[in-house]
């Protein structure tokens, strides 16, 4: 079960060293300048908020929902201490600034955003830790180092219900991110309502989810949102500094799309269920005209929901086996003087671009799409690290760092069994919090297109709200620090973070507590004998994921860190003196992962028994079997089963290292535990 941030070690965290302004303001991001002085203003229900009427509701209502003071919004505030909202355009754009003194505060914002940030900062003021319904006399003046301070949630793998997308925005928004960048179309899903196609929601939003052969089925995965879900979502949005960024991918991540219309792909049919495999998938829409025209269609409905001045068309992951085959597209090469395939997928872009650019919209790809020459004007979303966007600086476009794996929120943010499912390795708070956008000595060109940074949110295997929450949060509030202050120093920063996290309870949010546990010097659940398969290490470390059981349907599931294209296990020092046998705790995966070649790089000793064995070997991975534990038993279990067999004699301490024999590698035989028996 996930749980909340314990209340003792937020306690223990806020006390961390900080500066002076910072350890007694807990005030996150950190302000640009801040000067205290003497006194207090006291906010109550009977304290009236004045001036601009959103900013004062924005304000109220945090208040209301997190402390139970609700101050009251007037027109006219004279003759009593008062909270003044009121716009200065000579501020720039996001900025604001907060004067507080014992007789009154104003809070002054550059425009809507920066009125909103004022009034998050002031709430913040108001809720510090033994001090609710207290704003210390104080100066503020603070506008952000970036202007893209953004979150990208994956809501094509597994849909979230726009009441959670609501709660997603509101927890960023108070944290002063900016831009959500909202993955609405993949491979496995297709998530908007599209009017003129219809097939796009009603075929490429359902999947059944993959399982074990053998195992019951799952429900199928559904959902998509309407287009009135969506103009709800970005007026939410908009009213809190937050500007909602479609992405309809092209021209790969498309089976979605070309599930529902065949006609627009390379004629090559789909295995039934392909849709249900996570990974790389080679079927891209066709480069012809009829493929132009409905893209054309479905971004003119998305131009009319979005009033986002960016539109996001994916550009990744498109492997071009099929246009390299196809004799058509060839000669479509040839005719557009394009070059190769990479040359044509830019084209398709190219095309896309300007569509975008007639209608006053800007292009934004993920880095791939510099491989060929690009629009002037398009934006490179870069996540394959710094190079990518130093690259697409040096070419003259404006650029986003989204470099994995430090902002791929979904890694695993520690060692501990509390952790949700995700990929297997760590990328704790501190290496997302020690991210340098510009890095160490930026050139020109960087701090000219450096537009900011961005945190994502993927999620196949995340498949529950509570989970993205846990995942997203608090490693977005790095990302918002740095995005707004810079650097930050990182025990300065959980101090700062342990009252915000509080603030944001009341909110909804229940945020991953690994970076407490870690610095109150928390340690991973385990007993001598016992290991679980996060505590296990992978022989190789070519592909680990942390994955769930598939069955059951409902209710908790066992969780196995597993190399899917090595899976080995080494138990470094386990405590053999005495143990006479080992067991294993063993669960069976469908291999549903589009790995392309390299799944014809795993390897596999032949099987004894028709279902295979687990093996057990000391020392090395080589070399004869100490156990062997066949694994026929669990063929017919859809959980986890335990295996034992004995042991010979060993010393004291042993690497034990596991593998099985089989086949093939559908299905994975996973590890969730080993247990010496003494």
Known sequence: MIRPVAKAVVAALIGLAAPAAAQSLHLLPQPARIRVDGGSFFVSASTPLTGDADAAAAFADLMRRTTGIAPVIRANGAGSPAIRFRRDPALQPEAYRVVATPRGVTVTGGDRAGL????????????????????????????????WRGMMLDSARHPQSPAFIRRFIEWMAVNKLNRFHWHLVDDQGWRLEIRKYPRLTAIGGTRLPATAPGAPPLPPVTGHYTQDDVRDIVAFAAARGVTVVPEIELPGHALSALRAYPELGMGVTPPPGIESHWGVFPWLYAPDERTIAFLEDVFAEVIALFPSREIHVGGDEAIKDQWRADPRVQARIRELGV??????????????????????????????????????????????????????AARGHDTILAAAPALYFDHRQGEGPAEPPGRGRVQDLASVIAVKPLGDRPGRALLRHLRGLQGQVWTEHVRTEDRVAWMAFPRALAVAEIGWAGAADYPDFL???????????????????????DAAGGAVPSTPDRVSSTALRSCTGRLPLYLEDDYPAAGERA??????????????????????????????????????????????????????????????????PVARLPLQPATGNPGVTILTAPLPPLQDKATLCLTYTAWGPDPLWAIEQVRLIK
Not at 116 to 145: F, N
């Open 116 to 147: 909103y940030y004022g009034a998050v900062t002031l709430w913040q003021l108001a809720t510090r830790p033994g001090r609710t319904g207290e704003l210390p006399a104080v100066r503020i003046d603070d506008q952000p180092r970036f202007g």
């Open 559 to 624: 969780r196995f860190l597993i190399d899917i294209l090595d899976p080995c296990w080494r138990w470094d020092d386990a405590p053999t003196n005495g143990a006479h046998a080992i067991a294993v705790h063993v669960g069976q995966l469908p291999f549903n992962f589009q790995v392309g070649g390299d799944r014809d790089t795993i390897r596999f000793r032949p099987p004894a028994t028709p279902a295979g064995e687990i093996e057990v070997r000391t020392g090395s991975c080589d070399g004869e």
């Open 495 to 517: 101090a700062r973070l342990a009252p915000q996290l509080g603030r944001m309870t009341p909110l909804g949010l229940v945020a991953a507590d690994t970076a407490f546990r």
């Open 339 to 392: 070059g190769d395939e990479a040359g044509l997928q830019n084209w398709m872009i190219g095309r896309i671009g300007q569509y975008l650019a007639r209608h006053g919209r800007r292009l934004i790809g993920w880095d791939e799409i510099l491989d060929a020459p690009l629009p002037g004007d398009a934006i490179v979303m870069s996540w394959r690290g710094r190079e990518g966007a130093e690259q697409a």
